[in-house]
Antibody, heavy 118, light 108 residues
Framework: QVQLHESGPGLVKPSQTLSLTCSVS??????????WSWIRQFPGKGLEWIGYVYYSGSTYYNPSLESRITILVDTSRNRFSLKLTSVTAADTAVYFC??????????WGRGTLVTVSS | DIQMTQSPSSLSASVGDRVTITCRAS??????LHWYQQKPGQAPKLLIY???TLQNGVPSRFSGSGSGTEFSLTISSLQPEDFGTYYC??????????FGQGTRLEAK
């Protein structure tokens, strides 16, 4: 059974870069057909898909965030990462990593709260 | 982007009730529509994918239907563990994947 676990700072200052890592266990991140995704949930509970990466390194980003996002995959460590630059208070959210298969997200991490504040 | 609208936004029901939640898409998503359940402090959990296919381990009291722009999630007999928030999500013509705003299901 695949498990995902997010890690990274819980507090980021405005204008700085948010960096998170998702460690995957129970499955190889190189498994064909799966995309490794980042999603965030705002305090008001709305969900926003950020983007995903394939094991080859190919990425697909939400156009609304594309200019600020980098998602990378590290197959040797079975993990992938998210960088979001120039953060503001509007980026405060719970960040989830998840596995996507055929368009749906079948496994999720527990999520990590990131607060943007000085 | 395809906009997803759920109704109602909140719903009060009793154990044993039949409950239906609706999700409408701003354009056709064929059957690329999926449903999730979220409980406080937890990640969303996949219930149904492809509009009507039950994810492994999900009780058969959950069912999904619809195609095109209108979809529904039905719980045939509400159980205590079913209270929480439900989200629909489309994956047609992506990126981006988009979610509905959620339906909060509470005990009456």
């Amino acid at each position: 059974q695949v498990q995902l676990h997010e890690s990274g700072p819980g507090l980021v200052k405005p204008s700085q870069t948010l960096s998170l890592t998702c460690s995957v266990s129970g499955d190889s991140i190189s498994s064909a057909g799966y995309y490794w995704s980042w999603i965030r949930q705002f305090p008001g509970k709305g969900l926003e898909w950020i983007g995903y990466v394939y094991y080859s390194g190919s990425t697909y980003y939400n156009p609304s965030l594309e200019s600020r996002i980098t998602i990378l995959v590290d197959t040797s460590r079975n993990r992938f990462s998210l960088k979001l630059t120039s953060v503001t208070a509007a980026d405060t959210a719970v960040y989830f990593c998840a596995r996507e298969a055929d368009g749906y997200l079948d496994s999720w991490g527990r999520g990590t709260l990131v607060t943007v504040s000085s | 982007d395809i906009q997803m609208t759920q109704s109602p936004s909140s719903l009060s029901a009793s154990v044993g009730d039949r409950v239906t939640i609706t999700c409408r898409a701003s354009q056709s998503v064929i059957r690329f529509l999926h449903w999730y359940q979220q409980k406080p402090g937890q990640a969303p959990k996949l219930l149904i994918y492809g509009a009507s296919t039950l994810q492994n381990g999900v009780p058969s009291r959950f069912s999904g239907s619809g195609s095109g722009t209108e979809f529904s999630l039905t719980i045939s007999s509400l159980q205590p563990e079913d209270f929480g928030t439900y989200y629909c999500q489309q994956s047609y013509n992506t990126p981006p994947i988009t979610f509905g705003q959620g339906t909060r299901l509470e005990a009456k």
